[in-house]
């Protein structure tokens, strides 16, 4: 009988102890979701997702964030062990497609990988794991985890693309009018006569005779003159 009490409960000890394993990832996703929304930039967001994922599943995780608008992109294999590294490293250039990462996922027999992103035109990296007895608790967790991130990249780049048309112009792909009104303001609004650093100049060239090409040869031509 003292036997048969002793394994109830080292089971229900264990069972607390996953709960509460699994209460914490949850309380570090929402943190984790919250953190990166307020991002100025994303070049935290790589090392940040490696700690929380290594946190989730108590092993090394390696990540690879594709380049995005405003974004050049994070890789870090070095938590993984030299085998893994050295097949990452080669598949690099399949691995930049979504379906090449599934080809891996289903021909390697020790690497987990989780795709951020679920399609070819959402895929935007993924996490690698070696394969261990992850239980299902933490293979979703880390679903999670790869959804918040993606979203928060798609919305990242979407975010950058619109700010890169509203403030650059088509034709020059230079910044505009309302990108140079914005910037202007600030410089005059931070002016101080006796902080040198305050202070600046605006230099201005006008473009004449572009109208005769216009008129004779196009808009085109006219733009390629700009």
């Known amino acids: ?29 929402v943190k984790y979701a919250l953190a990166i929304q307020q991002l100025d930039g994303m070049d935290d967001i790589g090392p940040q997702t490696r700690q929380l994922a290594e946190h989730i599943c108590e092993q090394g995780v390696g990540v690879y964030l594709a380049r995005g608008e405003g974004f050049s992109g994070y890789l870090n294999y070095e938590a993984l062990p030299v085998e893994a590294r ?22 390697n027999e020790f690497l987990q990988l989780f795709a951020i992103g679920n399609s070819t035109n959402s ?23 790869c959804s918040i991130l993606g979203s928060s990249l798609k919305q990242h780049n979407l975010t950058n693309r619109l700010d890169r048309l509203a403030h650059m112009d088509s034709v020059t792909r230079l910044p505009n009018r309302h990108y140079f009104n914005s910037v202007f303001a600030d410089r005059q609004n931070h002016f101080d006569i006796d902080q040198a650093h305050t202070h600046f100049a605006v230099f201005v060239i006008d473009v004449n005779g572009l109208k005769p090409i216009n008129d004779n040869y196009g808009h085109e031509h006219g733009d390629q003159m700009l």
């Open 1 to 29: 009988l003292e036997e048969k009490v002793a394994q109830r409960t080292d089971a229900l000890e264990r069972n607390i102890l996953l709960l509460d394993k699994q209460q914490q990832s949850l309380s570090n996703l």
């Open 86 to 107: 050295e097949l990452l490293n080669d598949r690099a250039d399949q691995l930049r497609d979504y379906q090449g990462l599934v080809e891996l996922v289903e021909s």
């Open 123 to 145: 895929y935007q990296g993924f996490l690698a794991t070696t394969k261990s007895q992850l239980s299902g608790r933490v293979h979703e967790t880390l679903m999670v985890l």
